[in-house]
């Protein structure tokens, strides 16, 4: 009887034990945010915060969630933003560099998941006010900043323009769930 006992107790103590440890290391894997940039036009130096992530390309940096100032400095300007790491997701950045800030572009894509199962576009741009055509349709156009409810879920083209600056078109992919963000910075032409 004591034999079985004590087999109990550790068989108990095995599961409850390796139990924690899943949860506890799942659990770390599921609250990192990861983070992507790429630069073409140029070299640049990639930091967050307290945090210095090297050269570009960045790949799949895994960092805590929250906030964090953006700073991309390259052989010309020095560029930063505040932006969002959610758990569990991706915030990409994918920038054109130029010979200066105004020459500029570049999109931030920030993936923030929903209590619901809709998906949500949040459209930003730098400078507010331009114009946002999604998949070339008229009857879509509105201006920037931009909160849409209404799109279906999956792959969708968002066109920025704005008089004086380079046209810019954006690929995205709405998922349910989730609030896609994209801060759109244009290049004067």
């Known amino acids: 009887m004591a034999k079985n006992w004590l087999a109990a107790f550790i068989t108990v103590c095995t599961i409850v034990f390796s139990s924690i440890f899943f949860v506890l290391y799942f659990n770390h894997q599921l609250s990192t945010a990861h983070f992507y940039v790429g630069v073409s036009g140029g070299n640049a130096n990639v930091s967050m915060s307290q945090y210095n992530l090297g050269a570009t390309p960045i790949k799949d940096i895994n960092l805590p969630p929250g906030w964090y100032q953006f700073n991309l400095d390259t052989d010309y300007y020095h560029y930063d933003l505040p932006i969002r790491l959610s758990p569990k997701t991706a915030t990409i950045i994918d920038w054109q560099t130029s010979t200066s800030l105004e020459k500029s572009s570049g999109v931030i894509y920030e993936l923030t998941p929903l209590t619901t199962r809709d998906s949500l576009l949040t459209v930003v741009t730098i400078p507010d ?37 380079q046209t810019l078109t954006v690929p995205m992919k709405l998922t349910p769930g989730y609030e896609l963000k994209l801060t759109v910075k244009l290049a004067q032409s």
Not at 136 to 149: D, G, K, N
């Open 129 to 165: 006010k331009t114009q946002l055509i999604i998949d070339e349709s008229s009857r879509s156009a509105s201006f920037a900043p931009l909160v849409e409810e209404n799109l279906s879920d999956g792959h969708h083209q968002l066109q920025v323009t704005l008089p004086g600056y």
